[in-house]
Structure formats: C-alpha cells, structure tokens
C-alpha cells in the first residue's frame, strides 16, 4: 500500500472512490465474479427463498443482491455511514451506476432468462427501505420493530470494518442474528488474516479473524453452519487490502 492516512473512524469513506476502484472499473467488477458466483451458487443449490431479506452494511454496491432478487419478495439495504446510502438512494433515482459487467454475468450464470437492465429495474422496485443500522448495537436497527424480523439477511465484509477485536467481532454476530426470524438464514462474508483496507487517501483498520473464529462466534449466536467457500486473495485485491483470502458462510438460525 502507498504512504496512506490511518484511520480507525469510518467518518471519511468516500463511497465514489470505493466504487471506482472496488467495483465499477473493468478490472475491478472482473475481479469481483468470484463473489456473485458464490452468492449464486448459494441461492441455487440450497433452493434459499423468503419474503423479507436484510443486506446488512451495503455500503455503495448492490453486487450482494442481484442473484436474491429473484428469490425474495423484499430487500432492505442498511449502512452505518449516510453517504453510502446517499449513494444507493442516487441510484435508485437513476443518478449513480452499479456494476452491469457484473449483472450481466449473474444473468450469464442464470442461462440469460432476463437483461441485466431488467434485473436492476427489478431490485429498484424489490427495495422497499434504506436503513440507518449499527452492528455493533444489541438492537442494530434501533426500536423501528416493523423491521425487526427477517428471512434473509446477508452482510458481506462489513463487521470487520465495525469492530477491532475477535469478542468485539462475535457481539456483532450476535447482534446481526437478532434480526433474523427462527429458521432464516444468514449470508456472511468476511476477510480472512488481515487488519487493515484502503480507501481513498486512508488505510482503515479492520479486526484479524480467521475461519475459525467466525465459525465460533455464529455458534455462539446459536446459528449452524450449512456451506462455506473461501476465495484466495487475488492480486487486485492486494493493491488495496491486506486480507489472505475470502470467506462466504451460509449459516441457519
Ligand atoms: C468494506 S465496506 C463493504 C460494503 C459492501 N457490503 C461490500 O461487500 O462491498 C464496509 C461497510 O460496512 C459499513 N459499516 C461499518 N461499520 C458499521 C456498523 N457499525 N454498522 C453497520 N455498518 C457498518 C460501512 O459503512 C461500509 O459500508
């Protein structure tokens, strides 16, 4: 990484450059198959449906749902900073742009059933709320109990940027769990064996957990482990994190 700011608080995210850099530019979304591949696999191999799917720390990018909008009736999008939803708002009016090499290659992995503009009008539509939420809070959406329960609620490579320690970590878990009703199901993403990101000008610190310690801390929120796939870090990755791979768990409640 070049001679950057560090950085603990998140205040300073610039969702623009995130989004250029880590998802939108050619190299960028080719780097990021991986990620729908799996969120693809996972949806269709375990037949996974529901009314009401909760993406916990969206950020700027809706990467994380193109494959669920087919199989959930609802999404909700959430982040801790208002600028990324800002972002996800503009993009919903049509303002701001997300990654169509990257749907276009979900509806590649779905045998071309729709366009990728058709998907993207239809999660526009399918989004019925962008939420403030705070992980690292016992009740993470606040009282607002018409969005306490959900049948899905994915959260990819948010909790390690939430907090800086592995007790801290599984709190979080816990807490994300609370949102979901008995028996859904819980789509976690994390980076693996490295502390630190860049963003921008700033390198921000993350938490350094292993595979272990996130399977111990989804026990420990009372939730069963059903799959797992863990990507390699690649080298675009490693221009701008320090992780050494990429895990996806999809877990019970
Ligand atoms: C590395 S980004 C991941 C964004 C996106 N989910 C993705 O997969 O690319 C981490 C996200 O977690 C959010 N975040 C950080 N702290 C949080 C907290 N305490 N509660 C909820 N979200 C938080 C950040 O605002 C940011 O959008």
């Given at each position: 990484m070049a001679q950057l700011k560090e950085e603990k608080?998140?205040?300073?995210?610039?969702p623009e450059w995130y989004m250029q850099e880590l998802v939108l530019s050619d190299e960028a979304a080719n780097n990021m198959k991986g990620d729908v591949e799996v969120f693809h696999k996972f949806f269709t191999d375990h037949n996974l449906s529901g009314k009401r799917l909760l993406d916990v720390g969206?950020?700027?990018?809706?990467h994380t749902l193109i494959t669920a909008c087919n199989h959930v009736d609802e999404i909700y999008l959430s982040d801790f900073l208002p600028q990324n939803l800002q972002y996800l708002e503009k993009w919903r009016k049509g303002e701001k742009r997300q990654s169509e090499q990257l749907i276009d290659h979900v509806m590649d992995l779905e045998?071309?059933?729709?366009?990728a503009g058709q998907r993207e009008s239809d999660l526009k539509s399918k989004v019925k709320g962008m939420l403030p939420i705070d992980v690292?809070?016992?009740?993470p959406l606040g009282d607002a109990s018409s969005y306490s329960q959900f049948d899905i609620v994915v959260s990819s490579y948010c909790i390690e940027t939430a907090v800086f320690t592995v007790d801290g970590y599984a709190k979080c878990v816990e807490n994300v769990s609370?949102?979901?009703?008995?028996?859904g199901f819980l789509i976690l993403c994390a980076c693996l064996n490295g502390n630190s990101y860049q963003i921008g000008d700033y390198k921000y610190k993350a938490v350094s957990i292993t595979k272990e310690g996130i399977q111990s801390a989804l026990r420990q929120a009372g939730l069963v482990v059903i799959a797992t796939e863990e990507l390699a870090e690649t080298d675009y990755d490693a221009k701008y994190l320090s992780f050494d791979s990429y895990l996806y768990i999809l877990a019970r409640k």
């Amino acid at each position: 990484m070049a001679q950057l700011k560090e950085e603990k608080d998140l205040t300073s995210f610039d969702p623009e450059w995130y989004m250029q850099e880590l998802v939108l530019s050619d190299e960028a979304a080719n780097n990021m198959k991986g990620d729908v591949e799996v969120f693809h696999k996972f949806f269709t191999d375990h037949n996974l449906s529901g009314k009401r799917l909760l993406d916990v720390g969206t950020g700027p990018t809706i990467h994380t749902l193109i494959t669920a909008c087919n199989h959930v009736d609802e999404i909700y999008l959430s982040d801790f900073l208002p600028q990324n939803l800002q972002y996800l708002e503009k993009w919903r009016k049509g303002e701001k742009r997300q990654s169509e090499q990257l749907i276009d290659h979900v509806m590649d992995l779905e045998g071309r059933q729709m366009t990728a503009g058709q998907r993207e009008s239809d999660l526009k539509s399918k989004v019925k709320g962008m939420l403030p939420i705070d992980v690292t809070l016992s009740k993470p959406l606040g009282d607002a109990s018409s969005y306490s329960q959900f049948d899905i609620v994915v959260s990819s490579y948010c909790i390690e940027t939430a907090v800086f320690t592995v007790d801290g970590y599984a709190k979080c878990v816990e807490n994300v769990s609370s949102l979901l009703k008995k028996d859904g199901f819980l789509i976690l993403c994390a980076c693996l064996n490295g502390n630190s990101y860049q963003i921008g000008d700033y390198k921000y610190k993350a938490v350094s957990i292993t595979k272990e310690g996130i399977q111990s801390a989804l026990r420990q929120a009372g939730l069963v482990v059903i799959a797992t796939e863990e990507l390699a870090e690649t080298d675009y990755d490693a221009k701008y994190l320090s992780f050494d791979s990429y895990l996806y768990i999809l877990a019970r409640k």
